[in-house]
C-alpha cells in the first residue's frame, strides 16, 4: 500500500514552506517497507519540491519541503512509487500578510564605548496564520548614539529571524536600533553605553616561540602583562 500519513488540506501564505510536511508511506499491509524510491512532482499551482526523491526509511516514510507558488488557490504534488498507485495531496495557498513583527532579542543591551552590545537584536516575522515568515526583508537602522552594524538588510531564515549580525555601540549614553519589515510596526531596541572604568581590561601578550636567551639552557619567558 502507498499511503498519505502527513502534509494533506493545509492553508499556507503564498510563497512559503508547509508548516507540515508531506509524508508518505509505504506498507506491505502490516508494516513499512524500507528502500523504496518515492518522486514527489508539483501537479498544482506552480510550487516546489525540496528534494524532487526520496527514499522511505525504516518506517516506510518519506518526504519532501513543500512551498507554495505565488499566486493564492489550489496546490497540488503527487508522490509516486514504481508499481503503486501514486497519491496527490492538495493545500490551499492564502495571501501573504504579515501579521507579526516582534523583538526576540536584543532590547536594553549594555556595552562599553565603542563595544559590542552583551545581546544580538533579533526579530521575528509571522504571517496571518502565526507560522513565520521565510525571505522577508528586514531593515536594520541605528538611530540614536552613534553606533553601527554590519548588515542592514537581512532576510529571514527558515524560522522567521533576522539579526544583523551585531551591534556596535558608539559613543556614552543611550543607543537605539530599529528594525523594519514591508507590512509591520517598526520595532525599537535600546541600550546604553558606558565608559569602561581603569583597570577594566587586562592585556596579555603571549609569544608562539621562546625569546631567544644569551643561554639556550635558560627557558625564556613566554608571556608578559602589561
Known sequence: AFVIVAGNGQSVSTTQRAPVAPVVQVTDGNFGVAGITVTFTVTGGDGT??????????????STV???????????????????????????????????FTAVDGDN????????????PRVEVRDQLNAPVEGATVTFAVQGGGGSVPFSSVATDLDGRATPGAWRFGAAGPQSLGASVAGGAPVTFSGNATTAPP??????????????????????????RA
Open 199 to 224: 583597570g577594566a581590561y587586562n592585556i596579555d601578550l603571549r609569544f608562539l616561540t621562546p625569546l631567544p636567551t644569551a643561554d639556550p639552557e635558560t627557558p625564556s619567558a613566554t608571556t608578559q
Open 66 to 100: 513543500w512551498r507554495m507558488g505565488p499566486d493564492a488557490g489550489a496546490n497540488a504534488i503527487t508522490a509516486a512509487a514504481t508499481g503503486l498507485p501514486a497519491v496527490t495531496l492538495g493545500a490551499t495557498a492564502v495571501p501573504l500578510v504579515i501579521s507579526a
Open 49 to 62: 519540491v525540496t528534494p524532487s526523491t526520496g527514499v522511505t526509511d525504516a518506517d516506510g516514510r518519506a
Open 109 to 120: 543591551a549594555v556595552a562599553f564605548v565603542n563595544n559590542f552590545a552583551d545581546r544580538l
